[in-house]
C-alpha cells in the first residue's frame, strides 16, 4: 500500500462516519436506511477495509471489500482539497486487490462518486431501485484480474 492508505481503526471509521460529504449522507441514510455513526464502524468489521488521509494528514475516506468482491466507499470533504491524489490512491488500492472481480451499487444521485468510478475504470449497467425509499441506484463493476 502507500503511506495514504491504512488499515481500518474503528476510530478513523467513526470520524468518517461523523464527517461524510452530503451526497454520502444522503446515500446512507436515503438510500439504505442505515445510521452512519453506527453502522459505518460496524461495517468495517467484515472483510478488508482500508482508510485513505490526504497530504494534510485529514482522512479523506473510507473502503471496503466484502464478500464476492462487493467494494464500498465512503468520503469526506477532505478528498475536495486534493482531488487528484485522492483519485490516484484510489486507483493504487483498486489495482492492487487480488480479487478478479469487484462490483456494487452507486446512489444515481451520487456524481462525485460516478465520475471517480469512471475513472477507476468500472462499467456502468442497469439501474434498479433499492433501499427503504426505492431510489435509483446504478450497478457497477470491474474484472480486475482476468483468472487463467
Not at 471496503?64 to 470533504?77: A, K, N, Y
Not at 475536495?80 to 462490483?103: C, M, S, T
Not at 456524481?111 to 468510478?117: D, E, F, M, P, R
Request: glycine fraction near 6%; include cysteine.
Amino acid at each position: 500500500m502507500s503511506k495514504f492508505i491504512h488499515p481500518i481503526t474503528l476510530e478513523a471509521a467513526f470520524e468518517v462516519a461523523s464527517n461524510l460529504r452530503p451526497e454520502d449522507y444522503r446515500e446512507c441514510v436515503e438510500g439504505h436506511g442505515i445510521v452512519p455513526t453506527i453502522h459505518i464502524p460496524l461495517s468495517t468489521l467484515n472483510g478488508f477495509c482500508v482508510s485513505f488521509n490526504v497530504p494534510n494528514g485529514r482522512i479523506a475516506g473510507l473502503a471496503g471489500i466484502q464478500e464476492q468482491g462487493r467494494i464500498w466507499m465512503l468520503t469526506t470533504p477532505a478528498i475536495y482539497d486534493y482531488p487528484v491524489h485522492f483519485a490516484r490512491e484510489a486507483k493504487r488500492f483498486i489495482d492492487g486487490r487480488p480479487e478478479p472481480y469487484l462490483w456494487n451499487y452507486v446512489d444515481k444521485r451520487n456524481t462525485v462518486h460516478i465520475k471517480l468510478l469512471k475513472f477507476l475504470g468500472f462499467e456502468f449497467h442497469d439501474e434498479v431501485k433499492l433501499g427503504p425509499n426505492n431510489l435509483p441506484f446504478i450497478r457497477f463493476d470491474k474484472c480486475v484480474h482476468q483468472l487463467l
